[in-house]
T-cell receptor
Framework: GAVVSQHPSWVICKSGTSVKIECRSL??????MFWYRQFPKQSLMLMAT?????????EQGVEKDKFLINHASLTLSTLTVTSAHPEDSSFYIC????????????FGSGTQLSVL | GNSVTQMEGPVTLSEEAFLTINCTYT??????LFWYVQYPGEGLQLLLK?????DKGSNKGFEATYRKETTSFHLEKGSVQVSDSAVYFC??????????????FGTGTRLTIIP
């Protein structure tokens, strides 16, 4: 079946540094990908919708200059957390739409980010 | 706005026990409802769905019925197995397009089944 690969699965970084998370659709083309974030004991919250070849659409309250999203190809979207701070420590998950099959929406396995 | 309230975990059961994970929702329209499952090291996978009131979604022995009157979509399984150990997420979307639209998730419930 369709697979979405997310990398890295976990990352630890120092405060003030930037971290890039990759989301790849391995066997299908994804014109639309989604980025979610989950803080401990809270819901998985949509951060932004990433569309290939255009700017991402951010949900209310999500800083677009802090969470840079690039969807330059039909199989890759990246989320860069710039100047990370401890409060950015969270679990980040991507998902991708495969318009060619019925189920359509596939998720990556997530990235646990810890900012020291 | 939309929201999903899900039973807090973790939940630990013995093999062959009966499982219920509660899920209730608030939505402005007539949402579609979903249960996703995340096995260790894998991405979330759609487990089952229901797109209108009184629909029952079922898969792998799991069932959930869309109850509009109680705004609930509780997940049940009659006899759990060790392989069911995972994190379960309840979710809704406003459209009926099987999850293509923005999803609103619950917090997830970690289920552990012991032999």
């Amino acid at each position: 079946g369709a697979v979405v690969s997310q990398h890295p699965s976990w990352v630890i970084c120092k405060s003030g540094t930037s971290v890039k998370i990759e989301c790849r659709s391995l066997d299908f083309q994804a014109t639309t990908m989604f980025w979610y974030r989950q803080f401990p004991k809270q819901s998985l919250m949509l951060m932004a919708t990433s569309n290939e070849g255009s700017k991402a659409t951010y949900e209310q309250g999500v800083e677009k200059d802090k969470f840079l999203i690039n969807h330059a190809s039909l199989t890759l979207s990246t989320l860069t957390v710039t100047s990370a701070h401890p409060e950015d420590s969270s679990f980040y998950i991507c998902s991708a739409i495969d318009s060619n099959i019925n189920e359509k929406l596939f998720f990556g396995s997530g990235t646990q980010l810890s900012v020291l | 706005g939309n929201s999903v309230t899900q039973m807090e975990g973790p939940v630990t059961l013995s093999e062959e026990a009966f499982l219920t994970i509660n899920c209730t929702y608030t939505a402005t329209g007539y949402p579609s409802l979903f249960w996703y499952v995340q096995y260790p090291g894998e991405g979330l996978q759609l487990l089952l769905k229901a797109t209108k009131a009184d629909d029952k979604g079922s898969n792998k022995g799991f069932e959930a019925t869309y109850r509009k009157e109680t705004t609930s979509f509780h997940l049940e399984k009659g006899s759990v197995q060790v392989s069911d150990s995972a994190v379960y997420f309840c979710a809704l979307s406003e459209g009926a397009n099987f999850g293509n639209e923005k999803l609103t998730f619950g917090t997830g419930t970690r289920l552990t089944i012991i032999p």
